[in-house]
């Protein structure tokens, strides 16, 4: 008896980890080109949730740009307004992938780091994530054995998006 009892916790736990990565799968919209995922804030939660949600997955955390500053900077200086409360673009890589995708093909090396976007338009509560899709990338090498890396790469990367969802 208490091994069936154990055995179906374990199977509610399997599956229902299971259906809330189902979950936050719904919730990337996929274009052709790329994943974009849209969640309340405040922006600083959001961010500082990517950043763990990255590290996490084994990724190296790599520069982030603060365009959101350089776009105050320049609208300042040109009398210009800007739609952006924030917008950064993170990098980050996993570098066993990194190493395999240039063994496929060193000009994947123009492809690296991933990056993603993270903003929030003025007034909004808001915050999107969007990254290039590395299946989509992966279409001009004509390389299988780099496509069968970006869909890993872009599944990882699915499951960093879920996170960050809270999912």
Not at 123 to 140: D, K, N, W, Y
Request: aromatic share 8%; hydrophobic share 50%.
């Amino acid at each position: 008896m208490f091994h069936h009892v154990v055995l179906g916790a374990l199977a509610l736990v399997f599956f229902g980890a299971a259906l809330a990565g189902a979950d936050a799968d719904r919730r990337v919209r996929r274009t052709e080109e790329l994943l974009i995922l849209t969640v309340p804030g405040p922006f600083e939660d959001v961010l500082h949730a990517l950043r763990t949600a990255i590290q996490r997955r084994n990724y190296t955390l790599g520069t982030t740009s603060a365009l959101d500053d350089a776009l105050r900077r320049r609208a300042a200086d040109l009398g210009e307004g800007v739609d952006f409360a924030h917008y950064k673009v993170l990098s980050f890589c996993n570098l066993t992938f990194a190493a395999a995708a240039l063994r496929a093909d060193p000009h994947v090396g123009a492809l690296l780091p991933c990056r993603m976007a993270v903003w929030a338009r003025v007034g909004s509560q808001e915050v999107v994530l969007a990254t290039v899709r590395p299946t989509f990338l992966a279409r001009a090498f004509r390389s299988p054995a780099f496509e069968r890396l970006a869909a890993e790469v872009e599944a990882d990367i699915v499951a960093i998006l879920g996170t960050v969802a809270g999912d």
